[in-house]
């Protein structure tokens, strides 16, 4: 079965290094998103990602977040410069389509900033 | 903004009984609706989903009920097994990002415990 695979599964970093986090959407897949959960919390969106370009984003994305799809296969989300807030699990998801289709999730990085 | 929330953070059960998680949305506009599993340290899976045009879907021991009216759904689990001990989350699907496509929007959750 397809499925959104995401590296690593944890990341250990130091305040105020830049991390990358990476994820492989299901190929056919035609939209993209990052969430975050900070532990103990709900999902929270931050990003959909279409056509090459930013679609929507919410207010936890601000500059030191981007996200980039280097090449057909891969989805990142950058963070410039971490902070200890920004610990939390990193979920990737993807849809095939866009109306009233399922919005499939990797198994998340976990994020640890010290 | 809006949102979609839950009504109980834990909901506790005998192996064997039938569990009832709540939910409530606030975004009259949303007409797509998804049931997610998250078990500890994984990613939501997909459960089962409705479209606003419907007000019930089963599934493998699963149903979804949903009521526009009050803008609630629910989701039942019949015959409860340790195995579905995890997190759920409703989420509604909003608004129109370029290309048509719907970003989920996701509630706190409700843990369910299944006692053997």
């Known amino acids: 079965e397809p499925e959104v695979t995401q590296t690593p599964s944890h990341q250990v970093t130091q305040m105020g290094q830049e991390v990358i986090l990476r994820c492989v959407p299901i190929s056919n897949h035609l939209y993209f998103y990052w969430y975050r959960q900070i532990l103990g919390q709900k999902v929270e969106f931050l990003v959909s990602?279409?056509?090459?370009?930013?679609?929507?984003k919410s207010e936890i994305f601000d500059d030191q977040f981007s996200v980039e799809r280097p090449d057909g296969s891969n989805f990142t989300l950058k963070i410039r410069s971490t902070k200890l807030e920004d610990s939390a699990m990193y979920f990737c998801?993807?849809?095939?389509?866009?109306?009233?289709?399922?919005?499939?999730f990797g198994q998340g990085t976990r994020l640890t900033v010290v | 903004g809006e949102s979609v929330g839950l009504h109980l953070p834990t909901l506790s059960v005998q192996e064997g009984d039938n569990s009832i998680i709540n939910c409530a949305y606030s975004n009259s506009a949303s007409d797509y609706f998804i049931w997610y599993k998250q078990e500890s340290g994984k990613g939501p899976q997909f459960i089962i989903d409705i479209r606003s045009n419907m007000d019930k879907r089963q599934g493998q021991r699963v149903t979804v009920l949903l009521n526009k009216t009050v803008k609630h759904l629910s989701l039942q689990i019949a015959a409860t097994q340790p195995g579905d001990s995890a997190v759920y989350f409703c989420a509604d699907f909003w608004g129109y990002a370029s290309g048509g496509s719907y970003i989920p929007t996701f509630g706190r959750g409700t843990s369910l415990i299944v006692h053997p």
């Open positions: 990602f279409y056509n090459n370009e930013i679609s929507e």
């Open positions: 998801a993807s849809i095939e389509r866009g109306l009233n289709t399922e919005a499939f």
